[in-house]
């Protein structure tokens, strides 16, 4: 079975750093680009940041550019997301996501189950 | 960025009605445009693919529409299970974004 399961959250202080993991098992994630999406309690879905196959070529969400780094180990099959100077406002559950291109488009087709990260002093 | 709206925010309907969702981009997204349902405790769930293709498994009650900056979700027949929030979502920029939602509630 085609998985992402996400790690790394919990609760840190304004300022603060966090390191999530996104670990894919069933497939390769050196085939895929990888993005992270959020969500905080009671919101809808915000689409955070991307990475190409090779980890040559990133993109941010305006709300996290400077602050937030994606990465990944294809070796590891491993997506991460290094979130420095965290603010209340990051507060959110936060999910990995595969992106696919059917019919030439690109979509999610696979999530992770979200992990919770809490801002708070 | 390109903003997404989505109306209405929220609706109430009876199993069988017909049901529609807008979403609208703030510039044109031509048909990258992709639909997803969340339910509670669930992650969302792709529906529709360039804002007319129906994701393989979804049932054909769901239907796509629209080009440029005016879309539309229709669910034929509302059935139990589809009462969720359904969002938009544009992949025509470098920067994706997705509409705030729109929540399918039982009268």
């Known amino acids: 079975e085609e998985q992402l399961v996400e790690s790394g959250g919990g609760l840190v202080q304004p300022g603060g750093s966090l390191r999530l993991s996104c670990a894919a098992s069933?497939?390769?994630?050196?085939?895929?680009?990888m993005h992270w999406v959020r969500q905080a309690p009671g919101k809808g879905l915000v689409w955070v940041s991307r990475?190409?196959?090779?980890?040559?070529?990133?993109t941010y969400a305006d709300s996290v550019k400077g602050r937030f780094t994606i990465s990944r180990d294809n070796a590891k099959n491993t997506l991460y997301l290094q979130m420095n100077s965290l603010r209340a406002e990051d507060t959110a559950v936060y999910f990995c996501?595969?992106?696919?291109?059917?019919?030439?488009?690109?979509?999610?087709?696979?999530w992770g189950q979200g992990t919770v990260v809490t801002v708070s002093s | 960025d390109i903003q997404m709206t989505q109306s209405p925010a929220s609706l109430s309907a009876s199993v069988g009605d017909r049901v529609t969702i807008t979403c609208r981009a703030s510039?044109?997204?031509?048909?990258?445009l992709n639909w997803y349902q969340e339910k509670p405790g669930k992650v969302p769930k792709l529906l529709i693919f360039?804002?007319?293709s129906l994701q393989s498994g979804v049932p054909s009650r769901f239907s796509g529409s629209g080009s440029g900056t005016d879309f539309t979700l229709t669910i034929s027949s509302l059935q139990p299970e589809d009462f969720a929030t359904y969002y938009c979502?544009?992949?025509?920029?470098?920067?994706?974004?997705f509409g705030q939602g729109t929540k399918v509630e039982i009268k």
């Open positions: 996501a595969r992106e696919i291109h059917p019919g030439g488009v690109d979509a999610f087709d696979i």
């Open positions: 069933g497939f390769s994630v050196r085939n895929y680009w």
């Open positions: 990475i190409n196959r090779e980890g040559s070529s990133t």
């Open positions: 510039q044109s997204i031509t048909t990258y």
């Open positions: 360039g804002a007319s």
């Open positions: 979502q544009q992949t025509y920029s470098t920067m994706w974004t």
